[in-house]
Structure formats: C-alpha cells, structure tokens
C-alpha cells in the first residue's frame, strides 16, 4: 500500500477495528470526528494529509463525506460492519486495503486510546471549539461565500491550535445521533 494520503473509509475501517479490540462502539457521528482529529493530528505532525479527499463543516462538527456515505446505512447506532470498494465496470464489492504502516497504525491506536471513548457529544463540543477549523469555516459560510463548507488543509493546519477539551460535566451539544449538512 502507499505511503498516503490513504483511502478515508480504509482510515476509518482501521479505526473501527482499533475500537474492537478495545471494546469501544462507535456510531457514524462519533467515526467521522475521530476520523477528522486522525487526519488533523496527523497533518498538523507530519505536514502531509491522513486521508484522501476533504472534510466538510456539517451541523455536528467535521465530517468526510466519502466515509459517511460508506456507514450511513449504521444511522445512530453501533457500526457492526466495514466499509468496502466497489468495481465501477462490474459493479463487484471488495474489502478496502488498510494501511499496514506501522506509524500510521500507532497513529490510529493513539488517536482510539485519546479520543474513542468520548461520547458523540464530547467530541461534537470539541470539534466546535471557537476558532477552530470547523468553526472558521462555519462562521465564514455565515458571512460569506464558502464553498460547499470545505475545510481546507490549510485552515486545518493553521487553525488546530484552538481546540480545548471542555471539561464540564455535561455536553454543550447534548448527544446527538446523527449527523446533517449545514445549512
């Protein structure tokens, strides 16, 4: 396999097999916010991308549309199921190759073992903290045009520094089960 930027749903599937070995559920919602801080950390370390393809700023904080499309069908429950590619001449569907590199899979482990256990909510409140990427990027749809309500790289990169663990006893957010477009 390549050295990257990877597949998002092969990330995600890596990440979901991360959490069953841990004992962790993940929803969709939950998935594409760890995803989304999986791809950040990593750029922000590493200067290149995790993930192929872009991030968008939605109601619940980041989501990648290529990975919520491929575990939409799990709703607001427990996903119990892997994403897989499929053929567009024969229409065939195949597993998705995860990564095997060893940084990107202590990568993932560090990010389950930091993250995987927050709640939805939790990790909503942090991917809206003020002024960070999500944020910027939603506050910017607002007052200007931005387009589609992508999240660029750069913005991620330069913008990372201002999430912050909340640290109250209950979620700004709630918990929320699924995730929808700004809009």
Do not use: C
């Not at 991360?18 to 919602?29: H, K, P």
């Not at 989304?36 to 968008?56: N, Q, W």
């Not at 060893?102 to 709640?119: E, K, N, W």
């Amino acid at each position: 396999m390549t050295d990257g930027p990877y597949d998002p749903r092969a990330i995600a599937n890596l990440m979901l097999e991360e959490a069953d070995r841990s004992g962790i559920s993940v929803t969709n919602l939950a998935l594409q916010k760890l995803l989304y801080f999986a791809h950040a950390i990593f750029l922000v370390e590493t200067k290149r991308p995790l993930v192929s393809g872009y991030f968008e700023a939605w109601r619940y904080g980041p989501v990648h549309p290529a990975a919520y499309s491929a575990f939409k069908m799990a709703g607001s429950s427990p996903i119990d199921f892997r994403a897989t590619s499929q053929d567009i001449l024969t229409g065939e569907r195949s597993a998705l190759e995860v990564p095997d590199a060893l940084p990107v899979r202590r990568h993932i482990a560090r990010i389950m073992s930091s993250y995987g256990q927050l709640s939805p909510g939790r990790l909503v409140d942090i991917s809206h903290a003020k002024g960070a990427p999500w944020h910027f990027i939603a506050d910017k749809g607002r007052t200007s045009v931005a387009l589609g309500l992508r999240i660029p790289d750069d913005v991620i990169v330069n913008r990372f520094k201002f999430h912050k663990i909340s640290v109250g006893e209950s979620t700004v957010a709630g918990e929320p089960d699924e995730d929808t477009p700004l809009t």
